[in-house]
């Protein structure tokens, strides 16, 4: 795809929305300063509302605690998680971009192997901009990218590729393990940087980590919903899974395209394994239940908005996996608020958005 003569970043400078989910502080933002100041940020406070989170000065924000969430949303802020980083999502219900990237406060600009800072941000616009590939695929990986180009034997009917709707990007230095894998291999670092952004292919589910993501808000961004953790809720660790295999199998569905591999961050803190095993262990022997029931998932042809999508899919949580465990029955009736809330917040066009401050 060739390069336009403004930087791909500068194209969408007003069309995408930084979201941060933070308990903690957004120091971190001082070393994404030279690539994130130009953006809107959204930022959600978990935890105590009544804590101060300093934002560093010179970026254009919004900020929302949970009494903001309980403001706006009222009964439906049930569906929006306490005490876990898949409160984020609620930035995505807020925000009127056409973009969303959404990044952890302990993820810092990483280095190539030349020693180049990477610009996250710019290479998900890039990953956004470019088609997909999902239904065959291309053996040098994105035949968009400067310098390659689609293999002998690709079918030249399938060169345009889809729309791309999610960039999923990954991490140098703490690699994003499930608390088993991290008990056994604590002193392990992901040291491999791999050059290469492909399509996940149609019909393959992956785990989708929102600690590097970005999405294409207008196309899938309600099914973008991070399942209801943390406070409360028997599991954790499992919102960007949810979301992940949720949105792509519709993405499957209406014929768009998931991508992986560049950008990496450098994830900086390896949170508890102790803490992690408790809050994941039910979703480790549940998902092999859940991941027969997406891939078997089909989404009839009447489903033809990812809303329609979306609530067909929460009506076979409820039917299917209602029997697995009780909480699929209140994470199906969360999906449909969140939907429902989608809705409300985005097509009555009421703006939730106040410059550099806090909510209205
Ligand atoms: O109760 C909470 C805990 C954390 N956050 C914010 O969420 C971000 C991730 O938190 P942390 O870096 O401590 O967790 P990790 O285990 O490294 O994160 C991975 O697993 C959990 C999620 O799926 C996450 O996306 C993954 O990256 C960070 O910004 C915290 O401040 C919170 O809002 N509430
Ligand atoms: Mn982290």
């Given at each position: 795809?060739?390069?336009?003569?403004?930087?791909?970043?500068?194209?969408?400078?007003?069309?995408?929305?930084?979201?941060?989910?933070?308990?903690?502080?957004?120091?971190?933002?001082?070393?994404?300063?030279?690539?994130?100041?130009p953006?809107?940020?959204?930022?959600?406070?978990?935890?105590?509302?009544?804590?101060?989170?300093?934002?560093?000065?010179?970026?254009?924000?919004?900020?929302?605690?949970?009494?903001?969430?309980?403001?706006?949303?009222?009964?439906?802020?049930?569906?929006?998680?306490?005490?876990?980083?898949?409160?984020?999502?609620?930035?995505?219900?807020?925000?009127?971009?056409?973009?969303?990237?959404?990044?952890?406060?302990?993820?810092?600009?990483?280095?190539?192997?030349?020693?180049?800072?990477?610009?996250?941000?710019?290479?998900?616009?890039?990953?956004?901009?470019?088609?997909s590939?999902?239904?065959?695929?291309?053996?040098?990986y994105?035949?968009?990218?400067?310098?390659?180009?689609?293999?002998?034997?690709?079918?030249?009917?399938?060169?345009?590729?889809?729309?791309?709707?999610?960039?999923?990007?990954?991490?140098?230095?703490?690699?994003?393990?499930d608390?088993?894998?991290?008990?056994?291999?604590?002193?392990?670092?992901?040291?491999?940087?791999?050059?290469?952004?492909?399509?996940?292919?149609?019909?393959?589910?992956?785990?989708?980590?929102?600690?590097?993501?970005?999405?294409?808000r207008?196309?899938?961004?309600?099914?973008?919903?991070?399942?209801?953790?943390?406070?409360?809720?028997?599991?954790?660790?499992?919102?960007d899974?949810?979301a992940?295999?949720?949105?792509?199998?519709?993405?499957?569905?209406?014929?768009?395209?998931?991508?992986?591999?560049?950008?990496?961050?450098?994830?900086?803190?390896?949170?508890?394994?102790?803490?992690?095993?408790?809050?994941?262990?039910?979703?480790?022997?549940?998902?092999?239940?859940?991941?027969?029931?997406?891939?078997?998932?089909?989404?009839?042809?009447?489903?033809?908005?990812?809303?329609?999508?979306y609530?067909?899919?929460?009506?076979?949580?409820?039917a299917?996996?209602?029997?697995?465990?009780?909480?699929?029955?209140?994470?199906?009736?969360?999906?449909?608020?969140?939907?429902e809330?989608?809705?409300?917040?985005?097509?009555?066009?009421?703006?939730?958005?106040?410059?550099?401050?806090?909510?209205?």
């Amino acid at each position: 795809m060739a390069e336009t003569s403004a930087s791909p970043t500068l194209l969408l400078k007003d069309e995408l929305d930084i979201v941060i989910p933070t308990i903690r502080n957004l120091d971190f933002l001082e070393m994404w300063r030279p690539f994130f100041q130009p953006y809107h940020l959204i930022i959600v406070q978990d935890g105590d509302p009544s804590k101060i989170i300093k934002v560093p000065g010179g970026f254009d924000y919004e900020l929302y605690n949970r009494n903001d969430i309980t403001r706006i949303l009222g009964p439906k802020a049930s569906c929006i998680s306490f005490k876990d980083s898949a409160c984020r999502c609620f930035g995505y219900l807020v925000s009127k971009k056409k973009y969303i990237f959404t990044i952890d406060d302990d993820c810092f600009v990483a280095k190539d192997p030349s020693g180049k800072e990477i610009n996250a941000l710019q290479q998900h616009i890039k990953n956004l901009l470019a088609p997909s590939t999902p239904f065959f695929f291309n053996t040098l990986y994105d035949p968009y990218r400067e310098g390659t180009d689609f293999v002998r034997g690709y079918p030249f009917s399938l060169r345009e590729g889809v729309p791309t709707a999610v960039s999923h990007g990954l991490w140098l230095n703490i690699p994003d393990y499930d608390a088993p894998t991290q008990l056994v291999k604590p002193l392990e670092k992901n040291t491999r940087f791999v050059d290469a952004v492909m399509t996940i292919p149609k019909g393959t589910l992956f785990p989708m980590c929102g600690m590097n993501l970005a999405f294409n808000r207008e196309l899938i961004g309600p099914a973008m919903y991070f399942g209801l953790m943390g406070d409360g809720q028997p599991i954790g660790r499992y919102d960007d899974m949810w979301a992940g295999w949720c949105t792509k199998v519709i993405c499957d569905h209406m014929g768009w395209g998931v991508k992986t591999g560049l950008p990496y961050i450098w994830h900086s803190k390896a949170s508890n394994p102790f803490v992690n095993l408790k809050k994941e262990y039910k979703g480790i022997y549940w998902q092999e239940e859940l991941i027969p029931f997406f891939q078997s998932a089909i989404l009839p042809k009447d489903c033809t908005t990812v809303q329609k999508c979306y609530i067909e899919l929460s009506k076979q949580v409820r039917a299917k996996l209602g029997k697995v465990d009780e909480y699929f029955i209140k994470l199906a009736d969360a999906m449909v608020t969140w939907v429902e809330a989608w809705d409300e917040l985005n097509q009555t066009g009421k703006s939730s958005e106040v410059p550099n401050g806090a909510a209205k």
